[in-house]
Structures are given as C-alpha cells and as structure tokens.
C-alpha cells in the first residue's frame, strides 16, 4: 500500500487542444530577446532587499552583460523602489540601446504612480498584470471572467489616460495574465485580446504578451503547448512579441523557457542564477550558456562567470549551490575515477588541436576557459579517484608526466591516503605524496657519496662510465665501484655488488620541468626484481643521468 497516495486531493493539469503540435522538431537557432527581472522580481524575493547604490551597481552589471530590456523595480511598492527609478533617469544610467521595464498591478493608484516615476525616460515598458486563475478569481477576488478582464482593460486605459501623446510613444506595454500556467488557455487569450484592444497599438509598434509558469505546475511539454496555442491563435501574431516568465516549482524552469522557444516564443525573463520566490526564476545565465554549448550566440556576456558570480553574492547576499550548472564551484570537477581519466585524455589530446577545433572533451559539456574557469579545478582527488587523476593534478600543477604505466601505483598510494584522511586531497598534498613516497624515500637503500667518469676505448666509437661510490643497503654501508655503457648501466653493474636484489630495467621514461637555470630532470624507472615483483621509482636531478640512478635507488626503496 502507497504511503503517499495524493488521488483525490492533486489533479494534473487539464490537457491544451493543441493538434499536430510543431515546437517538438524545432531547434534553437538564435538567442532571444533576454529581460533580466533581478532588480524586481528577485530583489523581492531577498531576505534584505537591496538598497538603492547597490541596485545602480547591479544595473551597471546587467548592462554591462548585455542585457537590453531591464525590470528595475515596481515603483509604486516602495518609496527605495520609486527613488532608484528616478535616479536611474535624472543621473542618465540608462544607455541608449537599453530599455528600463516596470511593472504594476492593474489598479488606478499604482498606475499613476508608476507612470510619474517614468517621467524624462527615452523609452519604457510598463508591465502590468492581474491574476487570472480559476483560485484567483475564486478566493483572492471572488469575481467572474469578465469582472477579471475589466481589471485589466480599466489598466490599461489608466495607462493611456496617463500619458501625453509624445510619453505614449516613449511607452510600450507588457501585459501579463499572472498565474497563466493555471489559467484556461482560452481564457487566457480572451483577457490578452481585450488588453491588446484597449490599449490600441501604434503604427509599427508591437505589445509584449508575457506568459507566465507564476506557479510552474505541469511538466515542460504541456508549457510548451499553452504557449504554441496562444501563438498559433492570439490574432495579429506579427504584432505580438511572447514572453516567458518561468518559474521552478518543479525544478524545471529551465526545461520550460526552452521548450516555450521552441514553440514560439520571442523573448525570456529571467534572473542570474534563478533567484526569485519560493524555488526561483529561470535562472538565465543557465540558458543562455545551454544555447552556447549548442553552438548559438546567445548575445550576453558570461565570459568571466565566476567574477559575475562573486558580484551577484555581494549585491544579493544569496549564495551559488556548488552544483549549479556552468559556475558552482564543484561543475568542473570530476572525483570518479573513470571520469577523471576521460577527461585527462581527452584534455591532453586537445592541446595538440588548434584552439577552434571541435569541442568534444568527455564529461565537459563546454571548455571552462570559454566562461573565465580554469582547468585546474576539473580533477580533484578523494578515495574514489581512480589511477588517472592523480596523474593529472601532477602533471597539470606541477608539470611531472607520470608513465601511464605507473599511474596504478600513483593511484593506489593517493586513493589509500584519501581514504584515511576520508576527504579531499588538495593538489599541493598530493605532491607532497608523491615527494614522499618516491623522490624522498630512503628506507633501504641511500647514497652516500658518488663519482663517475668517462673512459674512451680504443675505438671512436667506444666509451664506457667508470662509477665509484659509497651506498647504505638497509643500514650496512658498502663501496661500490663497476663500469658500464652509462652512469645508469654503471650504477646498476656496480649496485649488484651489495645484498640489494638483483633486478632487469623494465621501463624508463624521462622529462624536464622548467627553463634555463631552473630546469630540473624527472626519471622514471620500473625494475622487476628477482622474485618477479614490479617497482617503480622516480628520480630528480639537475642531469638525466643522475636522475636516472635516484630512480633505480626510489624503486628499491619501495620493496
């Protein structure tokens, strides 16, 4: 038996008569016309709203991202409200190509109110609205449809009758039938029509008809379904632009403005990071960046998400889950240890391409370079990491290319260590790791003092290192003297003269870090020895040849 049985008290939403629906073989091809509503529609939302200095600068922002429609305020709420208004005008913030929005309930008090603040402005939108819900209209206001529409339509006349010729040209209108996500659709275009007709459009002007998820309440397709109907029968289509105004009840704001471009409409209002009511606005930046990554300009800055992201907290006093798409903190990071060596690949393989090469690096939906990330923060290391993360860290951090072979062994030490610690490890721990186990380790095996020199033989071609030296093998110090083809062959021949095991030289890898003075050499050996045990060690030197024989003495040191 269900614990949770919601029949009875939750019904879905009733189905849109929409027949051979099209917005489902439609793609994004441009950006749409954006509105950014953080001044109003999230600034209310805010446990401390922002004053009016702080709501310039956030203004500054806005514009400086792109935006060319702003909502600054509902004026006729608050004297703070009314005042950054009219600041925004008298100290000329507003640049040119950027239009200020407003929004009001449609009553006559608040109208006029909100048509003074807008007094000297180049252009505006004056955004009204009245709820148009079965239970707004049942319990809120107890009226009928048409009592509902009089409202609005009184509006809008309110408006006109407020504005000179000359402002009523500087005007256009946004209307929205609030909780229009619950509003019978054919309602909701009955109201939207009556506005339209009221407010009586000038030659080449167009009216903004926002269709707002107020309570997002059905999944994104039947979203997608109430907007393509409204489009499809709204009449003077070309005179109409449609707007979304998603919010994330269900936690599928974004799915929904998506889905309603797809079926028509033209422009999105929304907030950086989804701040709003309850669970959110649309968070915009999370669309736009959606439309990037799909190869569409989506016309708004973002290229440094993460000082956008620092000013949002700072004017807001709201902070970024880590798991928000494109800029929390953790998006970039991969712990599993598959991903992290997909990624590792993928990554090394794409600085052999040129910088506009495709895209198409495992687990990164896009390159974090193109929104201001770094990569260091896309492999971080704890007890799930697997073999190639490590490799990674130190390869990105600190320039060491560890042997693909050795990264079991890497993986396994930094996996045990983060399993103990039952956290994170940082990069500058994980070298110090490394540092640890195979360049510092001395347990059984150290040298003590050593000298090589260079014999010619008879012929050219012949030249044989002479290795002399004093080791210590697990405590017992030895002199050790033999020749070979090189300091490394010479070290080794001399080296089987002690108790240490005898070993083959299975792989060597080495590289140089640094330039100039400071250039260091990295060996890597594995050795298998006697009893058929595989070791790896790894040298640093400011030769390749002594860095090759620190790496025969870590390998043995790891027995």
């Not at 793609?27 to 702080?54: F, Y």
């Not at 707007?243 to 929904?256: I, P």
């Not at 889950?321 to 903190?329: A, C, E, N, Q």
């Not at 994170?424 to 059984?444: G, H, T």
Request: proline share 4%.
């Amino acid at each position: 038996m269900s614990v949770m049985n919601p029949k009875g008290k939750y019904a879905p939403i009733a189905d849109i008569p929409l027949e051979h629906r099209e917005w489902p073989s439609r793609h994004i091809t441009k950006a749409p016309l954006w509105c950014s509503v953080d001044l109003r529609d999230g600034n209310q939302a805010l446990v401390n709203p922002m004053g009016i200095e702080t709501k310039l600068a956030f203004f500054d922002l806005l514009v400086k991202l792109g935006f060319k429609e702003v909502e600054v305020g509902f004026p006729a709420a608050s004297d703070t409200e009314y005042e950054f208004i009219r600041r925004l005008i008298e100290e000329n913030h507003i640049p040119d190509d950027v239009t200020i929005q407003v929004l009001c309930q449609a009553r006559e008090q608040l109208v006029k109110k909100t048509v003074k603040s807008l007094e000297g402005v180049s252009k505006a939108i004056f955004h009204i609205y009245n709820s148009t819900s079965p239970a707004q209209r049942k319990y809120t206001f107890g009226m009928s449809k048409d009592e509902i529409t009089k409202i609005a339509v009184d509006g809008v006349e309110c408006i006109k009758g407020c504005l000179s010729e000359e402002e009523r040209r500087k005007i256009r209108i946004e209307y929205s039938p609030e909780s229009f996500s619950m509003t019978e659709i054919d309602y909701a275009l009955e109201i939207c029509e009556a506005v339209k007709g009221a407010w009586g459009l000038l030659p080449g002007e167009k009216i903004i008809m926002n269709l707002p998820t107020t309570v997002e309440c059905s999944s994104p397709n039947v979203y997608a379904d109430q907007v393509e109907y409204f489009s499809r029968h709204i009449s003077e289509r070309d005179k109409v632009i449609l707007s979304t105004h998603c919010h994330n009840d269900r936690g599928t704001g974004v799915a929904s403005a998506e889905l309603g471009l797809l079926a028509g409409a033209d422009r999105v209002e929304g907030c950086l990071f989804g701040n709003g009511e309850r669970t959110g606005n649309l968070d915009i930046v999370n669309v736009a960046l959606n439309m990037f990554s799909q190869g569409v300009d989506p016309e708004l800055d973002f290229r440094d998400i993460t000082a956008i992201a620092e000013q949002y907290k700072e004017f807001t006093g709201m902070e970024i889950f880590p798991r928000t798409p494109y800029v929390g903190d953790l998006v970039f990071t991969a712990f599993s240890g598959s991903h992290q060596d997909a990624i590792r690949k993928g990554m090394a393989a794409r600085a052999k391409m040129d910088s506009d090469a495709l895209w198409d690096v495992p687990y990164l939906l896009i390159d974090p370079h193109d929104i201001g990330r770094q990569y260091e923060g896309i492999i971080r290391i704890n007890s799930q990491s697997g073999k190639g993360g490590a490799a990674f860290i130190l390869e990105q951090d600190y320039g060491l290319s560890v042997p693909k072979a050795m990264h079991p062994a890497l993986g396994a030490v930094v996996k045990a260590a983060a399993d103990e610690a039952q956290r994170e490890l940082k990069p500058a721990e994980i070298y110090a790791l490394f540092e640890r186990i195979w360049l510092k380790n001395r347990k059984n095996l150290s040298i003590v003092d050593l000298a090589q020199t260079q014999v010619e033989g008879k012929e050219a071609a012949e030249e044989t290192t002479m290795c002399r030296g004093v080791v210590v093998w697990q405590g017992t110090q030895y002199t050790i003297g033999d020749k070979g083809n090189g300091p490394l062959d010479a070290f080794c021949n001399a080296l089987s003269k002690t108790p240490a095991p005898r070993f083959s030289t299975t792989a060597f890898h080495e590289h140089s870090v640094g330039t100039g003075n400071d250039t260091s050499a990295y060996a890597y050996i594995q050795l298998t020895v006697e009893d058929g045990r595989q070791l790896w060690g790894v040298g640093k030197s400011t030769s390749v040849g002594r860095a090759g024989i620190e790496a025969v003495v870590s390998a043995l040191n790891q027995l």
